[in-house]
Structures are given as C-alpha cells and as structure tokens.
C-alpha cells in the first residue's frame, strides 16, 4: 500500500476546512483550538485540540503534536492564519527538525504582512499599485492631499479592537473625510493606509495562488480567480469566486515577477484589482506563508495547488492540474448577505455553485454550524 504524505493543518475556520478537503488523500491531522470550529466538525484528519493557534503557544503544541508522531516522520505544515504565520516563522529553527515548510526570510515576510512595506516593495519590484499615504498621527494627514479621490482608507494591520468598532475599509471622497474619519480612530488605531481607489466593481477583482521553491521559482502551476461577489460591498473579503482563465498568463506574469524581484520564496496568494478606468491590472495585497480563505475554489476548478505544494515540499513529484471545471465557491452567509445588499445575481448563473461549509459528502461541518445557532438562540429566549 502506498503510504498517505502526511500534512498537519492549523486553524478551524472555512479556510481550514477547505484545506482537509482539496487535501483529502493525504494522512491529516487538524491542529486547532476549539472543538465549536468549523473544521473541526469535518470527516477529513484526526483532530488535535491547541491551546490557541493564532498565539505564541501553538509552537509548543505543534512541538508536542511532533513528539507524538512515528519517529522520522516530517509532516507537511500548512497554516491557515495570519498570526500563526508570525509566531512560526519566529520559531523556524525549533520546527524546522519536526515539519517541511517554507517560509521567506522573516524581515520580508514582515514587510510583505504590511500594507506600508508591501506598498513599497512593489513600488521598488515595478510592480503595478495604486498610489497611496501612510498614516502614523495626525501630522502626515497633508500627504494625502496630493492623492487622486476617491481612495480606500483601512489600517495597516489588523487589530481586534479596531474590527470590533469600525469598517474593514472606507470608501472616502476627499483628503478632508480621511481627516474627519481619522479623528474618531486615531485613538484606537494611528496607523492608517490611503490608497487611491480602483475603479470597477467586485467582480473586478483578482487573485493568483501559488507556491515558489528556495530559488523563487513557481513549482508546478498557479490558479487564476475572481471574485464574484464581496461583502461588505467594495470593501469586504471573498463572498464569492470562480476561476478565471482569460486572465491567468498576465496575473501569473506579474505574480512571478514580483516573487523573482523580492526574493519571495513559499506559499502566495495576490490579489489584484482591474481598474475599468486606467485599464490595466493593479497588486491590492498578498497573502504571504498560509492559505487565503478562498483558496479551495483552485480545487474545485481542477487546479490543486495545495497539493503541487504538499509534493514538492514531500520530494515527490509534482502533478500538474486535472480538467478545467467552472464553478462558483461561496461562502453562505456572506454571498447571502451581498445578494440582499443588492450585489449583482447574474454573474457567472450559469457555473454550479458549491458551498464553503455545506458538502453531502461532509455534512457535519454544517449540521454543528446548526446546532450552536440553535442552541444560542434558546438560550436567548430562556434569558441564558
């Protein structure tokens, strides 16, 4: 019997899930921190309860999770979220002995993880971005007086008190609403991006996913997307996406170029937007060392590059993809939430669609989902 190429997972949301299914083959297990998570729930990989995955701590459960395992097995690490990327790339060497991954040398990784030092980055690559100011206090708001508007105003970072009372992104007109707008959350947040806006719709946005080797080369093939519909509407992350061909040689183009320039080397995925207005493609952001919640539609669509990666980090060889298949990912409650705002309902009607969560050959995922909102809301009702 061939043996399975073992593949720990960490995190529990929809990305995890995602991963343990384009992954299904392989010997999984799921490192995560709630036994309520999402991915918990699904029949792919044995689970393993962590203390918390996006804290310092996950190294020592991924450490104690490794001196589990039979003795010379390296498993492939794939990480799902931003903060374990951090705390694992401070702990590289301690892993290194214990997992297979790749990750770019940790000051770019800082840099890329950053609005500023992406902005910038790709300003000294030649890479196409809008223009954009940075924000530290008040004293650099004239900067963004010289900016063409409207632009989107967002943090450079994430923050989970800054999520709890203001937007993802602001749609701003002129230097003078970043100015009133920065006054309220100044105090929560100082570090702000203004960037001048792309024009076009959500369906205008693109992504290339990928993985490039120790010498900055894409291993196997990348997968070209878009979105079809985001929520919040303009400003908000993937509600939902479907494969994108006709633009695959030029995104592909501009994502190796970028790679080569910077030295990147590990898992990517860019995102881009078509500016209907300047006509050409323009780097939004990267997503740098982990999956993007979106990325099982690569799957989906015959083009597994979560598997080129899991080979090529294994030393096998590396497959190529499977038949083009059009399809729409979406994430129910999201795409749901787009499609009440008034988000278009016609794009690509004519592609299946396939769910985030719910899969009949996965149920369970779903079911818990149902069972939680069900059990919250009596406790509401019984004053709980």
Same mark, same amino acid.
Not at 33 to 49: E, F, N, P
Not at 99 to 121: N, P
Not at 136 to 144: E, F, G, K, V, Y
Not at 197 to 213: H, P, Q, R, T, V
């Given at each position: 019997?061939?043996?399975?190429? /073992?593949?720990?997972?960490?995190?529990?949301? +929809?990305?995890?899930?995602?991963?343990?299914?384009?992954?299904?083959?392989?010997?999984?297990?799921?490192?995560?921190?709630?036994?309520?998570?999402? +991915?918990?729930?699904?029949?792919?990989?044995?689970?393993?309860?962590?203390?918390?995955?996006?804290?310092?701590?996950?190294?020592?459960?991924?450490?104690?999770?490794?001196?589990?395992?039979?003795?010379?097995?390296?498993?492939?690490?794939?990480?799902?979220?931003?903060?374990?990327?951090?705390?694992?790339?401070?702990?590289?060497?301690?892993?290194?002995?214990?997992?297979?991954?790749?990750?770019?040398? &940790?000051?770019?990784?800082?840099?890329?993880?950053?609005?500023?030092?992406?902005?910038?980055?790709?300003?000294?690559?030649?890479?196409?971005?809008?223009?954009?100011?940075?924000?530290?206090?008040?004293? !650099?708001?004239?900067?963004?007086?010289?900016?063409?508007?409207?632009?989107?105003?967002?943090?450079?970072?994430?923050?989970?008190?800054?999520?709890?009372?203001?937007?993802?992104?602001?749609?701003? &007109?002129? +230097? !003078?609403?970043?100015?009133?707008?920065?006054?309220?959350?100044? /105090? @929560?947040?100082?570090?702000?991006?203004?960037?001048?806006?792309?024009?076009?719709?959500?369906?205008?946005?693109?992504?290339?996913?990928?993985?490039?080797?120790?010498?900055?080369?894409?291993?196997?093939?990348?997968?070209?997307?878009?979105?079809?519909?985001?929520?919040?509407?303009?400003?908000?992350?993937? #509600?939902?996406?479907?494969? #994108?061909?006709?633009?695959?040689?030029?995104?592909?183009?501009?994502?190796?170029?970028?790679?080569?320039?910077?030295?990147?080397?590990?898992?990517?995925?860019?995102?881009?937007?078509?500016?209907?207005?300047?006509?050409?493609?323009?780097? @939004?952001?990267?997503?740098?060392?982990?999956?993007?919640?979106?990325?099982?539609?690569?799957?989906?669509?015959?083009?597994?590059?979560?598997?080129?990666?899991?080979?090529?980090?294994?030393?096998?060889?590396?497959?190529?993809?499977? /038949? &083009?298949?059009?399809? @729409?990912?979406?994430?129910? @409650?999201?795409?749901?939430?787009?499609?009440?705002?008034?988000?278009?309902?016609?794009?690509?009607?004519?592609?299946?669609?396939?769910?985030?969560?719910?899969?009949?050959?996965?149920?369970?995922?779903?079911?818990?989902?149902?069972?939680?909102?069900?059990?919250?809301?009596?406790?509401?009702?019984?004053?709980?």
């Amino acid at each position: 019997m061939i043996r399975k190429t /073992p593949v720990v997972v960490t995190g529990g949301s +929809a990305n995890a899930l995602g991963v343990l299914r384009s992954l299904a083959h392989c010997d999984l297990t799921l490192l995560c921190d709630s036994t309520q998570a999402t +991915a918990w729930h699904s029949r792919h990989g044995r689970k393993v309860k962590g203390a918390n995955t996006r804290a310092v701590s996950v190294v020592d459960d991924l450490l104690a999770l490794a001196a589990r395992l039979p003795a010379g097995e390296r498993p492939v690490l794939i990480l799902t979220e931003e903060k374990t990327v951090v705390h694992v790339s401070q702990a590289r060497e301690r892993l290194a002995p214990h997992f297979r991954f790749l990750l770019c040398e &940790a000051s770019l990784l800082s840099d890329l993880q950053s609005k500023e030092g992406f902005q910038r980055l790709a300003q000294q690559a030649g890479s196409p971005v809008p223009q954009g100011a940075v924000l530290r206090s008040a004293a !650099d708001l004239p900067t963004t007086r010289t900016l063409q508007y409207p632009c989107v105003f967002k943090p450079l970072e994430q923050d989970a008190t800054y999520a709890s009372r203001f937007k993802k992104a602001y749609k701003v &007109a002129s +230097a !003078d609403e970043v100015a009133a707008l920065y006054r309220e959350i100044e /105090p @929560v947040m100082p570090h702000m991006i203004v960037q001048e806006w792309l024009d076009g719709e959500d369906s205008d946005i693109y992504f290339c996913l990928g993985f490039w080797d120790q010498q900055s080369n894409l291993v196997g093939e990348s997968f070209t997307g878009r979105k079809v519909r985001s929520w919040p509407l303009q400003v908000g992350g993937t #509600a939902s996406c479907t494969s #994108a061909p006709e633009a695959a040689a030029e995104l592909t183009r501009l994502t190796n170029a970028f790679a080569q320039a910077t030295g990147y080397v590990g898992q990517m995925g860019m995102e881009f937007k078509h500016d209907v207005r300047r006509g050409g493609f323009y780097m @939004v952001e990267p997503t740098v060392g982990r999956t993007d919640y979106q990325h099982e539609i690569a799957t989906l669509s015959g083009c597994n590059v979560l598997d080129m990666m899991v080979e090529h980090l294994a030393g096998a060889p590396v497959g190529r993809s499977g /038949p &083009a298949q059009a399809v @729409v990912w979406y994430d129910e @409650v999201s795409d749901a939430k787009a499609l009440a705002a008034g988000a278009p309902d016609r794009l690509f009607s004519d592609r299946p669609r396939v769910a985030a969560v719910w899969r009949p050959r996965d149920p369970m995922p779903t079911l818990a989902d149902l069972a939680q909102r069900a059990s919250g809301r009596l406790r509401r009702l019984l004053g709980g």
